[in-house]
């Protein structure tokens, strides 16, 4: 079976552009939560979404914004980029609301110049 | 809010070596604890985890102890292999808040050498 799949795998944006990330759970999954890894760090949380409703808000500027589609695939939103915008973005999933048991995605790298 | 700290962040150990990784969080309430292995260029794998109510789970050479009257929990790695070489993050549950915020630690390098 597919895993957590991500897209793109790398990008590179300049300052004050708009990036949107791509993320399909594990089939069966309905929950999918972003988080961000700067070099270096622990992933921090972002997003949560169930069921296509937010469900958890992790202390991000209002520039990141999410959504969820019926099919449970998830977009993350980051506008007006800043240098300090640059990590690895990840995607994860789970079965239901609960965190137990989540899945990571490779993540998209993100590069602001 | 929950907060987790892990030690050391390198460890460098010979191949056949027992490793171990210890977290301590802040949060008495936390009730799930799970241990994440990130190998270069990919996401966090779930390796092992462990709920409040138990002690101890072993899944062959890699176990997870918990005491939680001192709010700390190890991950032990024993007959350590090359491929065991990679990031190690320790992470709680966050349980005043939404369920879908793991609460992670900084990371463990470790190094296992041939």
């Known amino acids: 079976d597919a895993g957590v799949t991500q897209s793109p795998t790398h990008l590179i944006k300049t300052r004050g552009q708009q990036v949107t990330l791509r993320c399909s759970p594990i089939?069966?999954?309905?929950?999918v939560s972003w988080y961000q890894q700067v070099l270096g760090q622990g992933p921090q949380f972002i997003f949560q979404?169930?069921?296509?409703?937010?469900?958890g808000r992790g202390n991000f500027p209002d520039r990141f914004s999410a959504r969820q589609f019926p099919n449970y695939s998830s977009e993350l939103n980051v506008n007006a980029l800043l240098l300090g915008d640059s990590a690895l973005y990840l995607c994860?999933?789970?079965?239901?609301?609960?965190?137990?048991?989540?899945?990571f995605g490779s993540g998209t790298q993100l590069s602001v110049l | 809010g929950e907060n987790v700290e892990q030690h050391p962040s390198t460890l460098s150990v010979q191949e056949g070596d027992s490793a171990v990784i210890k977290c301590t969080y802040s949060?008495?309430?936390?009730?799930?604890f799970p241990w994440y292995k990130q190998e270069l260029g990919k996401g966090p794998q779930l390796i092992i985890d462990?709920?409040?109510?138990?002690g101890e789970k072993k899944d062959q050479r890699i176990a997870v102890t918990l005491n939680k009257t001192a709010k700390h929990f190890s991950l032990h790695i024993t007959e350590t292999q090359p491929e065991d070489s990679a990031v190690y993050f320790c992470?709680?549950?966050?349980?005043?808040?939404?369920?879908?915020?793991?609460?992670f630690g900084k990371g463990t390098k470790l190094s296992v050498k041939p």
């Open positions: 992470a709680a549950i966050s349980p005043g808040g939404s369920q879908g915020n793991l609460i």
């Open positions: 462990i709920r409040s109510n138990v």
């Open positions: 994860a999933s789970s079965i239901g609301q609960s965190v137990e048991k989540l899945f």
């Open positions: 949060d008495s309430a936390s009730n799930y």
């Open positions: 979404y169930y069921e296509k409703e937010e469900r």
């Open positions: 089939s069966g999954h309905k929950s």
